[in-house]
């Protein structure tokens, strides 16, 4: 950390006039916004500077080293076996980490996961695993450790203590309109990955109306990024190019994921689900050591879901983190929400394009999101799709299900649920999952 001082105004004044700021300038200004030395409206300013300019190599990969050191960078090494965890940049509907986790580690590859609440109108795993009733995934670092060493697993938010920096950037970035912007996710996404302390890591970066990149090679760039601040970080880091222009799976909002996650783990989940899920995991266990190639890892991912060993983890970790683990095999027993509408398709056709948007935005407004830090979620509330992009319907046929406690909130819902749906005459061309994969080698198409 330096300990030269700079004046706050001289470096947003450079950021803003195009030019690179040192390592040296970079690491003093997140050193002071992490002391409360720097106040939130120097910080936006320097943020949006930043996200119009854009930052080079050297400023990104200075502004993850800063972020990362703002902490504490923790040491696993006393667990045995390589650490490998995933990281999405955010989605609709992307529940699968909960998926994935379970069967990586049902291998014996240990999988430290801090994860995120929901961002804008992208859902957070955090939120997903409270809607267990008792599900626990505050702890010290003390007991993250024991459960990782236990189960192989661990589910938990994010601390004062690990990538401080990122979880005061984030708030602020989410309310200064400066989300999307590569080098500022690639700093935020890699400081807390690598402040976990894991050895590899697979990035699933998505593009598509429901993703922060809309654009295809805007995500492409990211996912470039990812990888190269990851490897020159030492640890082996691989990424995927995926498609979010629609909802994944077919239920959105928490408590409603958990259950469309524990259909993925008994072999029951929606093929967009399990595609992705699959490819990711399997990376996971090849990285682990636990397999020679990625296709070897896909199998074996297969293979923990059909044989029940990755459900069972599941269990294994909820009970360990305090969650009933009844209402997770019989959803019967959970506390759903008491009131439901169906929105209804205006015209006949093909479904040919669903706004993932539109959708995570509905959600949101049903109770599933927050609009303001402080707001409470509703962990029953959400969106059940019954159709899909491609599906031919009829006019008057439910679309989705809505669900929430509070009946107020359906017609703000709606108004995001009007925008969400375009059909046509002809239908639709299928469209690729998996479109690429970003390596130390460069990048791959995928099925292509
Ligand atoms: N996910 C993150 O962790 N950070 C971002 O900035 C965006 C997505």
């Not at 093909?350 to 609009?371: C, F, H, Q, V």
């Amino acid at each position: 950390m330096s300990t030269k001082g700079y004046n706050i105004v001289s470096l947003i004044r450079k950021k803003r006039d195009g030019h690179s700021l040192t390592r040296d300038e970079i690491s003093y200004l997140i050193d002071q916004y992490t002391k409360d030395e720097v106040p939130d409206y120097q910080m936006s300013s320097f943020l949006m500077a930043s996200f119009l300019n854009g930052m080079d190599e050297d400023e990104a990969s200075a502004l993850t080293h800063s972020m990362l050191h703002s902490g504490r960078v923790l040491d696993l090494s006393e667990i045995p076996g390589k650490k490998v965890d995933k990281h999405s940049t955010g989605g609709v509907g992307d529940k699968l980490s909960l998926i994935l986790a379970p069967i990586v580690a049902s291998y014996g590859v240990p999988v430290p996961m801090i994860s995120g609440r929901g961002l804008g109108h992208t859902g957070g795993t955090l939120d997903k695993m409270e809607s267990i009733p008792g599900f626990n995934v505050d702890m010290t670092l003390d007991r993250y450790q024991n459960i990782l060493a236990k189960c192989n697993m661990v589910m938990a938010g994010q601390t004062e203590e690990v990538a401080p920096a990122d979880k005061r950037l984030y708030a602020l970035r989410d309310v200064t309109a400066t989300v999307e912007s590569i080098p500022l996710i690639a700093g935020s996404i890699m400081s807390k990955k690598l402040a976990e302390g894991i050895d590899a890591l697979v990035l699933d970066v998505k593009f598509g109306s429901g993703a922060f990149m809309k654009m295809h090679e805007d995500a492409q760039e990211l996912a470039e990024t990812l990888v190269a601040i990851g490897e020159d970080f030492g640890k082996e880091t691989v990424a995927y190019l995926t498609n979010m222009n629609q909802p994944l799976g077919y239920k959105v909002g928490n408590w409603l994921e958990v259950e469309e996650s524990m259909e993925g783990l008994q072999g029951n989940g929606p093929d967009d689900v399990m595609e992705i899920t699959h490819m990711l995991a399997g990376t996971m266990i090849m990285l682990g050591g636990k397999a020679d190639i990625v296709e070897e890892g896909i199998e074996m991912s297969h293979e923990a879901v059909q044989n029940g060993q990755a459900f069972d983890k599941w269990l294994e970790l909820t009970e360990e983190q305090g969650g009933d683990t009844s209402v997770l095999k019989d959803f019967s027993t959970y506390d759903h929400a008491e009131h439901s509408f169906d929105f209804t398709a205006r015209e006949s056709g093909y479904i040919s394009e669903i706004d993932a948007y539109s959708i995570g935005m509905a959600s949101l407004e049903l109770g599933a999101g927050r609009k303001r830090k402080e707001d409470d979620i509703d962990p029953a509330a959400g969106i059940e799709l019954h159709h899909k992009i491609g599906s031919k319907v009829e006019k008057g046929q439910p679309l989705i299900t809505g669900y929430m406690n509070d009946k107020s909130l359906v017609e703000s819902s709606k108004n995001y649920l009007k925008e969400a749906f375009t059909i046509k005459n002809e239908e639709p061309e299928e469209t690729e999952m998996i479109t690429h994969r970003v390596d130390r080698e460069g990048i791959h198409t995928i099925g292509g």
